[in-house]
């Protein structure tokens, strides 16, 4: 069971792993919180339409900035204000303003409810970056972006959103699994080729179900790299979409985070611009 103490060790940890040298979330002249820690200030609400009971997908979207159920709220943890999303109505928060070049960090945990059309399955969410285009490009809920996964079991996987693409270095498993290798073959992973969209991470990083996570992204030019709880698990290449029949390239964007069925809670959701990916990921 989670704790306060085991959470807050879990957490400091977490930070020496990633970055010894990093100032801490406090130094406001290096992070820019993206969280406030009071209401969802610099961010849009989106949902999508409804699922009825046998995972089906019903009526017209809700919409942006309404939110009706309170799939997004901000709630007490531990004493400390966190963001919950319910799960219940798929969709996502949403910067207002793009972001290049950066490093961004957030903490996670999940909850215990699960939602049609993924009721009692892994639950998931997802980090989604470099976001353009129309909201509810994908399936009527998200922009076109990259996705660094947030799942049970799958935190660090890339999905090419809405016609995002990446190039990848993989072993394939299967027709239809392609595992992170950095002595692999390079691949491209999106929606309109032979490996598809999804490329596995190469390593588990993951806390237990219901402990804090912290995830951290760095994007550079054409380049990304996602670590789960200091853990590098992937390293990807040549971000780009598919616009008009072609691919160009995708480096900056909105941010946005998924609600998708399941219930999760976000913290500490920052971050700083960089000038290039630390050489040790890069390795």
Known sequence: MYTKISGTFICILSFLLIDANAPLPGDQETWKMLFNGRDLTGWDTYLGPAFDSSGNKTGNPIGLNSDPYHVFSIVKDHGENVIRISGEYFGAITTTREYGDFHLRLMFRWGQETWP???GKKR?????????????ADGGFWMRSQELQIQEGDCGDYWGVAGGSEEVRAIRKSDSEYVYNPAGKLFTFNA????????????????????WNTVDLYTHGDTSIHVINGKKVMLLLHSSQRENGKLIPLTSGKIQIQSEGAEVYYKKIMIRSITSIPKNFLD
């Open 117 to 119: 059309p993924k009721k």
């Open 124 to 136: 998931d969410s997802g980090l989604l970056y470099h976001s353009v285009g129309p909201l509810g």
């Open 192 to 211: 309109f080729g032979p490996t598809g969209r999804r490329c596995i991470k190469g390593a588990d990083g993951e806390m237990p179900s219901g402990q």
